[in-house]
């Protein structure tokens, strides 16, 4: 899977013939950042909630704080989306 990311990214940031423009447009880079940053939090979050799930079947105590860092994640893709409306 990360194999195939810098061929990604080569494509994405490659400029078309000899033009000096991006490659893609503006919107379209801000909805791949959002995209990226999504799958980044969705791939956290598989490793975190299978743990916090395993520590709240021991101790129900920690449900909380197994909720807090399951949901900890998708922060990345709030500030992502804040960023996309800041620049």
């Given amino acids: 899977m990360f194999e ?3 061929e990604l990214a080569n494509v ?3 400029a078309e013939g000899t ?3 991006p490659a893609i447009e503006p ?3 801000a909805a791949l950042a959002v995209g990226l940053a999504a ?3 969705g791939y956290a979050e598989r490793g975190i909630g299978a743990a916090a799930v395993g520590a709240i079947a021991e ?3 920690l449900f909380v704080q197994g909720l807090i860092l ?3 994640p998708e922060t990345l893709v709030i500030l992502a989306l804040v960023v996309i409306f800041l620049v």
């Fill in 27 to 29: 919107s379209a880079a």
């Fill in 4 to 6: 195939t990311l810098p």
């Fill in 39 to 41: 799958f980044g939090a």
């Fill in 70 to 72: 399951t949901v900890l």
């Fill in 12 to 14: 994405a940031l490659q």
């Fill in 59 to 61: 101790d129900e105590s």
């Fill in 19 to 21: 033009a000096s423009g």
